[in-house]
Nanobody, 121 residues
């Protein structure tokens, strides 16, 4: 099992920046990819950015060039640096980790509790 705890959300004006952090605990040796998703009111949860254990990244088109995902494997943490924030970035941001369980095929997913990001215009 992997547990995730996010921090760093808050209220910021358009054009501002925030840095989200996610700390993993538990069976962290089994974690593969980690990522950030977001869910705005009335919308489906969507991928924001993802990073593999090897450091490969991918981003949603809407955040490319503005957001940067990074990972510290020694600290079992993943970060999301968000620059040039827009009101449409307002959402609850969730940390996600894919991990393996001994003796079972495939990957399992773990989610954090979410952190609110609000961007005012």
């Amino acid at each position: 099992q992997v547990q995730l705890v996010e921090s760093g959300g808050g209220l910021v004006q358009a054009g501002g920046s925030l840095r989200l952090s996610c700390a993993a605990s538990g069976s962290t040796f089994s974690i593969n990819a980690m990522g950030w998703y977001r869910q705005a009111p009335g919308k489906q949860r969507e991928l924001v950015a993802r990073i593999t254990s090897g450091g490969s990244t991918n981003y949603a088109d809407s955040v490319k060039g503005r957001f940067t995902i990074s990972r510290d494997n020694a600290k079992n943490a993943v970060y999301l640096r968000m620059n040039s924030l827009k009101p449409e970035d307002t959402a609850v941001y969730y940390c996600n980790a894919d991990y393996k369980v001994a003796g079972r095929a495939g990957f399992f997913g773990s989610w954090g509790q979410g952190t609110q990001v609000t961007v005012s215009s």
